[in-house]
């Protein structure tokens, strides 16, 4: 043996993660937060072999999805290899399918982790002050381009789906009858239908092409998955969506990434608390508009925050009158546009009125600094949650000295001025007017350093760009995972500072 393969060897000799592995790594954190957070597991009773402890399951689920690896037969290959990954499995290696059911079928072990996480942080002094920042971002589903069906695909794939069940169901009714060799016992591979040949069939025969033959022999999980996508086709006609996903039907077409691409995705909501950055809400939502998440996403994050919610801030996009009044009236510092106001601080717009209207409430009417009256239009509209009046100048104001301010642009100029005038109460309207305000336009601006490096994050620094379960319950169960990665990366800088 060389002297090179002798010190190889003497150093694998009495290999110990626990003795081996920094004090300040992560897996150590890891270790910390669930044997703090799911009980010990007693000596089994029973006969056969013990189960694993659910926190060697939790262990392994949470650190790989805090560095990057969320595949499942990785994770069991790694529980073999890896030192962290020994130290929290105590060298045992969990079956690839036993950390798939865990991590939907045991939401509670990550609930609990989130749980004892706050507690680490509140001994490391990260504190919650109930500031928080509410955003989102798009992640693509787990789904091919082409399992997503236009509306005019909804018939002959209903159809076609339809009949290859039919067909499958009374092949597996012949061959029961006729006592024929099972698929095991005929020494030949059996090509099983796939929702994949069934749409490329109807695309096909659409287009005029040749018709390829597709297999009639279908699994008992291919046959739950047509039934799913009948039923979601069903509904989606019922709705009339323009699009729907076959392999996921949960999904919903919506913009996002980097290339802003509208395609099937699932939108992984957040909220930052501004005392220590620490996340307070998270969960996963299948709507693409974000206007009507608002009042769910502080209530998730009044329950993590001890001192209750006393600020909030979001983009336009979360601007809806109702939630919004609601959290004005509890007394809630609100810091969110509508979406006027956010299209004039985009574009560097003055908030101020151009001209002072004189609104005369008797009248219901508006009077402008020239004598022109502005009387009410009787139409009335909804616009992004609120509800706006219209009115529309009695005079012509062509020749109005004041035209070249009143009117943004020249291009644009009417014969008549319109104004909209909001109906949802004096409180709104204050709320908008504080954007006049230096100051609540600086801390509009700054809300994304709170909440842009959670998605920063988990796009670029762990490289989850899509989702990789499908059904909205269970990416529910992996953005949570997603969520506890970030806290736990967060959480770990303090907790490697104070123990090194």
């Known amino acids: 043996m060389s002297r090179r393969d002798r010190v190889a060897s003497e150093m694998l000799f009495g290999y110990d993660p ?5 004090a300040d790594h992560l897996a150590r954190l890891v270790d910390l937060v669930v044997d703090e957070a799911l009980p010990a597991q007693g000596a089994p009773t029973g006969p056969g072999q013990p189960a694993y402890s659910p926190r060697v399951y939790a262990k392994v689920l949470i650190y790989g999805y805090a560095t990057g690896e969320r595949s499942s037969r990785q994770l069991e290959r790694l529980c073999r290899e ?43 002094g990260m504190g919650r002050v109930g500031r928080i920042v509410v955003d989102s971002g798009k992640l693509r589903a787990n789904a091919a381009p082409e399992s997503v069906l236009t509306e005019a695909e909804y018939g002959p794939v209903q159809e076609a789906l339809a009949r290859a069940l039919v067909e499958a169901e009374a092949a597996d009714a012949a061959e029961g009858e006729g006592g024929g060799a099972g698929e095991t016992r005929t020494g030949q591979p059996v090509e099983r239908a796939q929702m994949r040949d069934l749409v490329r069939e109807v695309r096909a025969r659409l287009a005029g092409r040749p018709v390829p033959e597709a297999p009639t022999r279908m699994s008992r999980r291919m046959r739950r998955q047509v039934r799913r996508a009948l039923a979601a086709l069903e509904e989606a006609q019922a709705e009339g969506r323009k699009h ?20 099937e995705r699932y939108a992984l909501e957040v909220a930052v608390d501004q005392g220590a950055g620490l996340l307070v809400a998270c969960s996963v939502t299948a709507e693409g508009n974000d206007n009507g998440r608002l009042r769910p996403l502080v209530a998730a994050a009044q329950e993590q925050e001890p001192e209750g919610i006393v600020a909030v801030e979001a983009d336009s996009g979360y601007y809806h009158s109702h939630p919004v009044r609601e959290l004005l009236e509890a007394g809630v510092d609100l810091c969110i546009p509508d979406t ?32 022109n009256v502005l009387g009410h239009v009787s139409r009335r509209r909804k616009e992004r949650g609120y509800e706006v009046a219209e009115y529309r100048a009695q005079g012509s104001c062509r020749e109005c000295p004041l035209a070249g301010v009143c009117f943004r642009s020249a291009a644009r100029r009417r014969d008549h001025k319109q104004l909209c005038r909001v109906l949802e109460g004096a409180l709104l309207e204050e ?27 988990v796009k670029g620094a762990l490289g989850y760009e899509r989702w990789l379960l499908r059904g909205q319950e269970k990416v529910t169960h992996e953005g949570r995972l997603m969520g506890l990665a970030y806290q736990l990366r967060h959480v770990h800088k303090v907790w490697a500072a104070q123990a090194s």
């Open 82 to 124: 890896s030192l962290p990954y020994l130290l929290l499995a105590r060298g045992e290696a969990p079956c690839y399918r036993s950390l798939c059911r865990f991590r939907v079928e045991h939401p509670e072990a990550i609930a609990a982790g989130w749980a004892s996480l706050f507690g680490v942080a509140a001994r490391l």
């Open 18 to 22: 626990v003795r081996d592995l920094p």
């Open 340 to 371: 006027q106001t956010a299209g004039a601080l985009h574009r560097g717009e003055s908030l101020e009125p151009a001209v002072a209207m004189v609104y005369e409430a008797e009248a219901d009417q508006y009077r402008c600094p020239q004598g």
């Open 244 to 263: 729907l996903c076959v392999s996921d039907p949960e999904a919903r077409m919506m913009h996002g990434g980097r290339d802003r691409r509208i395609v």
């Open 431 to 457: 709320a908008r007017a504080r954007f006049r305000d230096p100051a609540h336009q600086q801390r509009y601006r700054k809300r994304g350093s709170w909440i842009e490096g959670v998605f920063g994050f």
